[in-house]
């Protein structure tokens, strides 16, 4: 509702029939607040690995809720909890990044955020006074934007990711080939590197439509000056393919699923991925 907008600064709403609280809603939102309310916001951690040298770059924080996040995280932004459990996440996923830093991994961190934080004109300075806080350089936050939504026309959206940028917080363009760049916007958006969307790795080396989607983004990035990562690889032969396209990075269940911190640091310590 417009009051409910209001509230949590979004500069516009989507109605839509199927919005309609559910029984389902009512009880995703009460699972969700229960996590809340018992401090049961957890983060897994998944390596990136530089496809070239095995290398582990960072770790993509992912939530988890006692609801996966993608039946979640529209119901947490519905009712304007976004702002609160981003925050909570932001603040775990940098104090786990201070702690491998200052065991000696060079290493960074990707936080997902979702439109409703980038819209909301507490959300930068909420970044800053973290990474203040904690003491981390700027460079080793990633804020991972979805490709649709990174493209949204709203000039909250800019400022927001333009003082990211400016501060040094690197911005990753997630699942795309799913949304609708134009180029002036992405170079516009001054995004450090682009996710290739799982979809199309899935039917890679195989599929040959795939094989040009994926060589196409990879080509981009590269003649923009950005990295390329190409998430959801399970397989070896995936892994050849992006190599040799000269894909910088890949995720996936193949290298590790997302994992705790505290494994997560385990491999910082001992393990080159082959590749
Ligand atoms: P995403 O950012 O594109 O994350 C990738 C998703 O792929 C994750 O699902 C991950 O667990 C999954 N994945 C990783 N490797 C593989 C693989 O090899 N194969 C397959 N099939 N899947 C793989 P997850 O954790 O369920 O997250 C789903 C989405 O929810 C994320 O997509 C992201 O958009 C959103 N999300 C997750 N955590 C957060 C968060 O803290 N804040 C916000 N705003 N969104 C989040
Ligand atoms: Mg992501
Ligand atoms: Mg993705």
């Known amino acids: 509702t417009l009051k409910h907008a209001r509230e949590v600064k979004m500069s516009f709403v989507i109605y839509s029939p199927n919005l309609e609280i559910s029984k389902e809603t009512i009880e995703i939102l009460s699972k969700i607040k ?71 991994h060079d290493t960074s961190v990707a936080v997902n955020v979702s439109i409703s934080q980038l819209l909301d ?4 300075p909420l970044v800053r006074r973290t990474i203040e806080k ?78 040009s989607i994926v060589k196409f983004i990879v080509d981009i990035s590269r003649l923009l000056k950005m990295n390329s990562v190409a998430e959801g690889i399970e397989r070896k032969e995936q892994v050849e393919f992006l190599k040799k396209i000269g894909c910088d990075e890949g995720q996936g269940y193949y290298f590790s699923p997302p994992i705790s911190a505290d494994e997560f640091e385990g491999l910082l310590k001992k393990k080159v991925f082959a590749v």
Do not use: C
């Open 34 to 104: 229960e996590d809340i309310r018992n401090n049961r916001i957890n983060i897994l951690f998944q390596p990136k690995v530089d496809l070239n040298s095995g290398k582990i770059m960072g770790a993509e924080a992912l939530m988890r809720l006692s609801v996966p996040p993608d039946k979640a995280i529209p119901v947490i932004i519905r009712y304007g909890l976004m702002f609160d459990v981003g925050r909570i996440i932001l603040r775990k996923s940098l104090e786990n990044l201070k702690k491998w830093l200052e065991n000696g």
């Open 134 to 211: 904690l003491k981390v350089p700027p460079e080793k936050l990633i804020i991972e934007i979805t490709e649709s939504e990174a493209t949204v026309n709203s000039n909250n959206l800019f400022a927001t990711i333009r003082a990211l940028v400016d501060y040094g917080v690197r911005i990753s363009i997630d699942d795309f080939g799913t949304g609708y760049s134009p180029l002036s916007r992405l170079k516009m958006i001054k995004a450090h590197e682009l996710k290739i969307d799982l979809s199309f790795i899935k039917n890679v080396p195989e599929s040959e439509e795939d094989r």
């Open 121 to 124: 004109s507490r959300f930068f």
